[in-house]
C-alpha cells in the first residue's frame, strides 16, 4: 500500500558530491514537494512543483535543485553536497482540488554529507 | 511571513489520560486550511486531523480532536485515552497564502508513560 516512495532510507555521501533524491507516488497527485527536517526547526520547504516541468522555489532553495520530468517522480538534486546538508529529506504529494486535503509524505531520507 | 507556534518542545501524558497539545498561526487570509500531522519514530508523516477555517465546528477524528480559536489564531489538539502508540512528534500546520503550501510548526513531542 507504498504511496510516495523515496528511493533511499539512508544516504551517505562525500562533500562535493552531486546528490539526486527521488521521489515516486502512484496516486496522480498534481503538486509534489521537498522538505527538509531538522531538529528544532521543523520541516522547511525546499521546492514544489504544481506540474510536470513547473517548479517554484520555497523557503531554502540554495544549493538545491529538482526536476520533474514525469508526473509521478520529482527528484531533489544536491549540486555540490555540504556538510550543512546533512539532514532528513522529506517528500509529498498532494491533489491539486478546491480544498487542500493534507500532504501524503514518504518515510523520508535521512542524507549524511561526509 | 506567515509562522506557525508550537509552544511547548515536549510533553508527557499517562497513558489513558488526556493530553492537550498547543498551536498558534499567524495569518492575514480568510480561508484557509489547518492540519496536525503525527511523526512517529518510523518517520512516516501520518495526517491527524484536517480543519477548514470558514467551519466553526472543531473537528474530531476517533480520539483526536481540536480546539479552533479562529479569532485567536489557536488551533489546539486533544488526544484522549492515551495510547502507547500516540509517542510521536506532532506537527501543526497551515496553509500558506492561499496556495497549497504547508508552513508547519517545529513540533511537540509527546511521550506517552504506561
Known amino acids: 500500500d507504498v504511496k510516495v516512495t523515496q528511493s533511499s532510507r539512508y544516504l551517505v555521501k562525500r562533500t562535493g558530491e552531486k546528490v539526486f533524491l527521488e521521489c515516486v507516488q502512484d496516486m496522480d497527485h498534481e503538486n509534489m514537494f521537498w522538505y527538509r527536517q531538522d531538529p528544532g526547526l521543523g520541516l522547511r520547504l525546499i521546492y514544489f512543483s504544481y506540474d510536470v516541468k513547473m517548479k517554484e522555489k520555497g523557503d531554502i532553495p540554495e544549493g538545491y535543485s529538482v526536476s520533474r520530468e514525469k508526473k509521478e517522480r520529482f527528484s531533489l538534486i544536491l549540486e555540490s553536497a555540504s556538510t550543512n546538508q546533512t539532514s532528513m529529506y522529506l517528500c509529498?504529494?498532494?491533489?491539486?482540488?478546491?480544498?487542500?486535503?493534507?500532504?501524503?509524505f514518504g518515510s523520508g531520507t535521512r542524507l549524511t554529507v561526509v | 511571513a506567515q509562522t506557525v507556534t508550537q509552544s511547548q518542545p515536549e510533553m508527557s501524558v499517562q497513558e489513558a489520560e488526556t493530553v492537550t497539545l498547543s498551536c498558534t498561526y499567524d495569518?492575514?487570509?480568510?480561508?484557509?486550511?489547518l492540519f496536525w500531522y503525527k511523526q512517529p519514530p518510523s518517520r512516516q508523516m501520518i495526517l491527524v486531523i484536517r480543519?477548514?477555517?470558514?467551519?466553526?465546528q472543531n473537528a474530531t477524528e476517533n480520539r483526536f480532536s481540536v480546539n479552533f480559536q479562529k479569532a485567536a489564531k489557536s488551533f489546539s489538539l486533544k488526544i484522549s485515552d492515551s495510547q502507547l502508540g500516540d509517542a510521536a512528534m506532532y506537527f501543526c500546520?497551515?496553509?500558506?497564502?492561499?496556495?497549497?503550501?504547508?508552513?508547519f510548526g517545529k513540533g511537540t513531542k509527546l511521550t506517552v508513560n504506561p
Open positions: 495569518t492575514s487570509e480568510s480561508d484557509y486550511y
Open positions: 480543519q477548514e477555517a470558514y467551519k466553526q
Open positions: 509529498a504529494s498532494s491533489l491539486r482540488l478546491g480544498g487542500n486535503y493534507g500532504y501524503t
Open positions: 500546520t497551515q496553509t500558506q497564502g492561499g496556495s497549497e503550501k504547508l508552513v
